[in-house]
């Protein structure tokens, strides 16, 4: 079992910043990747990005060069960076872990945090 708990969402203007932080708990030494999704009502959750434990990372397309995903020292916290923020990166943020134990997979979720984008 892996907990995660996301901080960091809130209300920001179009072209600022916000940092969103994750903290594993758990079984985090099974955690093969870690990372960020988002939804808005009516749509699908979509990657925003992931970080793998050899510190690979990927973006999705909307977010690729304006946002920066990282882990901490401890490798059970990831970060994520957001720049220049559009109205279209509102809603709620997932912090996601991908853990494999054996060969079974697993995927666990944060309870979400709201970031709005707004003037």
């Known amino acids: 079992q892996v907990q995660l708990v996301e901080s960091g969402g809130g209300l920001a203007q179009p072209g600022g910043s916000l940092r969103l932080s994750c903290v594993a708990s758990g079984d985090i030494d099974n955690i093969n990747a870690m990372g960020w999704y988002r939804q808005v009502p009516g749509k699908r959750r979509e990657l925003v990005a992931a970080?793998?434990?050899?510190?690979?990372?990927h973006y999705g397309t909307p977010v690729s060069g304006r946002f920066i995903i990282s882990r901490g020292d401890a490798k059970s916290t990831v970060f994520l960076q957001m720049n220049k923020l559009e109205f279209g990166d509102t809603g709620v943020y997932y912090c996601?872990?991908?853990?494999?134990?054996?060969?079974?997979?697993?995927?666990?979720w944060g309870q979400g945090t709201q970031v709005t984008v707004s003037t």
């Open positions: 996601n872990a991908d853990v494999q134990s054996g060969l079974v997979l697993t995927d666990y």
């Open positions: 970080i793998t434990f050899l510190n690979n990372t």
